[in-house]
């Protein structure tokens, strides 16, 4: 059972409402408490690699064909003229965009478009994958196989969308050292949605990705502790 008194010494650290939510069940001692949280971050950490290339390869994905079958200077165009974009996904990009201006001008740096894009948060891009956008990219064949070449159906939005939206909830748990492995075997389901997602896309084998993994060792690692 857990030692509230024990608990409220973490008050003004992790605080004890925190640390409560990783009390699994009512015989949880204090010492179960601290695995369940300290197994909660080493799995995520473990899963940064995956998170973090994905979403560089998406945006970059994405971006590379929106220049190519949409306009070459499509953000500007947004910017100056909101040609297509919905309300929400023009205010993001117009905030990103002035902010990425300030923060050069205040650091005496040079501003680039660049910039703007590696600035976009990873729900801009996975907006940009729903239907509402089918008949500016999704519904051109070039535009959906130049991100997801190796989608092996016959082309559909629909469907990566609602992993993406998937990935990106679990995505914006781990970022904020939120709880993701209570139920181990839901972490492993994600794991392999990320993988199957960068499975479409262009990838370059993942070169840099599987020198930098962890995910399978730390999640074996920790499944075998907790049944022993």
Request: aromatic share 14%.
């Amino acid at each position: 059972m857990l030692d509230m008194n024990m608990i409220k010494k973490y008050d003004l650290t992790y605080s004890a409402e925190r640390l409560l939510s990783f009390a699994y069940s009512q015989s949880n001692t204090l010492q179960d408490v601290a695995k369940n949280y300290k197994d909660n971050m080493k799995i995520s950490q473990a899963i940064y690699p995956e998170l973090c290339t994905l979403e560089v390869i998406l945006r970059n994905s994405i971006d590379s064909i929106l220049r190519k079958y949409v306009s070459d200077t499509w953000l500007e165009d947004e910017i100056n003229k909101n040609v297509w974009l919905d309300a929400s996904e023009y205010s993001t990009l117009t905030k990103v965009y002035n902010d990425t201006k300030n923060e050069c001008r205040a650091a005496n740096k040079n501003f680039s478009i660049g910039k703007v894009i590696a600035n976009l948060n990873f729900g801009f891009w996975t907006n940009l994958c729903v239907k509402k956008y089918n008949s500016q990219i999704w519904n051109k064949p070039k535009c959906f196989y130049g991100v997801f070449p190796n989608y092996p159906n016959k082309y559909s939005i629909n469907y990566i969308a609602k992993k993406l939206y998937t990935i990106r909830r679990f995505r914006n748990r781990v970022f904020h050292y939120e709880k993701i492995f209570r139920y181990p075997q839901r972490t492993l389901s994600l794991y392999n949605d990320i993988l199957e997602m960068l499975s479409y896309m262009q990838n370059d084998d993942l070169e840099i990705l599987k020198d930098t993994s962890t995910f399978l060792d730390v999640y074996n690692q920790l499944i075998t502790k907790t049944s022993k």
